[in-house]
């Protein structure tokens, strides 16, 4: 009887060497960008108590896998997301460390449930949070380190999408008041439905649809549908921010834009990249939470390069550097080969093929051998 192969979960899958090796590089290249502007690697646990990744409320909850251990018999979560771990590090053993904090991360994170733009389950996330400021100059930097850590990585004509998280708030209790529920009104203009605003009581708000799209164009319709220049610094701000980075990349502008912004304070983006129907990664500001009654302010992105990894994204000839070594070889000599970068595999057998095994040369009695 044929025993059935193995199968794994939905949204889990192996990589094989070629994807692994592309992997390795791609956040190689990201995690040394980041280093590069003097962000300190950090690496939490997969797994840690429910409590400290998701808190009690059914949003942070909501993307747990949860189980018990048989230690403590409390209750774990394999994290879905390490900017929370970080934001603990930063606060417990990191919290006498002089800021602002400059802290990196890259590691294998797992949702309880995909998406339909993101059917995977498990997921490489990179970023980098500079914790004890949320100022203009410390979003400037680490829109900045996005930018830089992109080009590391080969990856190219990246769109960044900026968002003003708070902008209905700062209306609603200043000159435009609502009737509506606010979180009904968030999510009408996040949907670009203007029958429903309307609908909602809300007309007044329509011009924040048209004030979305290329970066100069959009940055102009929200000054002028900001009569009251309630909005004026936050404009200022996203001016100041997008200044090092133009040209280096597409800039866009969505004011209320709230998918994947939920913790976001006053500023929020998106990276997007052609052929990718989901963004690639997600920062802004946001307060990490530090006792019962304080909050840490901080900046930060993530990025999710499986997509473009899958892709082709970090991938290289392997062949080019690998080398078949002859039964009855030198030692020393594969030992300085390997010493200088080429990948060598030692033939068992007198009758193993070089171009079979993926080696471009064979080891012969004068040095390397084109295959």
Not at 11 to 29: F, I, M, N
Not at 317 to 339: E, T
Not at 349 to 366: H, I, M, R, V, Y
């Amino acid at each position: 009887m044929t025993k059935a192969p193995a199968l794994l979960p939905e949204g889990l899958r192996d990589r094989l060497p070629a994807q692994a090796e592309a992997a390795s590089r791609v956040t190689r290249a990201l995690v040394d960008a980041m280093r590069s502007h003097g962000y300190g690697r950090v690496s939490p646990p997969l797994a840690e108590f429910r409590e400290t990744l998701g808190g009690d409320d059914d949003r942070s909850t909501r993307d747990l896998l949860r189980f018990t251990d048989p230690v403590s018999q409390r209750t774990l979560a394999l994290r879905p997301d390490i900017t929370r771990q970080v934001g603990r590090i930063a606060t417990s053993l990191l919290a006498h460390a002089p800021r602002p904090l400059r802290l990196c991360y890259a590691g294998q994170v797992v949702k309880l449930r995909a998406s339909q733009l993101r059917p995977a389950r498990e997921m490489l996330q990179v970023g980098a949070e500079l914790i004890g400021s949320d100022s203009v100059a410390a979003a400037r930097e680490i829109v900045t380190v996005a930018i830089d850590a992109l080009d590391a990585a080969g990856i190219g004509s990246a769109t960044i999408d900026f968002t003003l998280p708070d902008a209905v708030d700062l209306l609603a209790d200043g000159p435009l008041p609502v009737a509506c529920d606010r979180q009904a009104l968030r999510d009408e203009l996040d949907a670009k439905d203007a029958g429903a605003l309307v609908r909602l009581g809300a007309a007044a708000y329509l011009p924040l649809l048209r004030a979305t799209g290329p970066f100069d164009r959009a940055i102009a319709d929200l000054r002028a549908f900001d009569t009251t220049g309630v909005l004026g610094a936050r404009i200022d701000a996203l001016e100041a921010i997008a200044a090092p980075i133009r040209g280096r990349v597409n800039l866009t502008l969505d004011p209320t834009e709230r998918h994947g912004f939920a913790y976001q304070s006053w500023f929020g983006f998106q990276i997007f990249v052609p052929g990718q129907g989901d963004a690639i990664g997600r920062g802004g500001g946001y307060a990490i939470p530090v006792g019962e009654d304080h909050e840490e302010s901080a900046v930060g992105f993530s990025l999710y390069p499986d997509p473009l990894i899958d892709d082709g994204l970090g991938a290289e000839d392997d062949a080019d550097r690998r080398i078949l070594l002859p039964i009855g070889h030198d030692p020393a000599l594969a030992a300085s080969l390997r010493a200088d970068g080429w990948q060598t595999v030692a033939a068992l057998t007198d009758s193993e093929d070089a171009k079979q095994l993926g080696c471009g040369f064979t080891l012969g009695p004068d040095g390397p051998v084109e295959s």
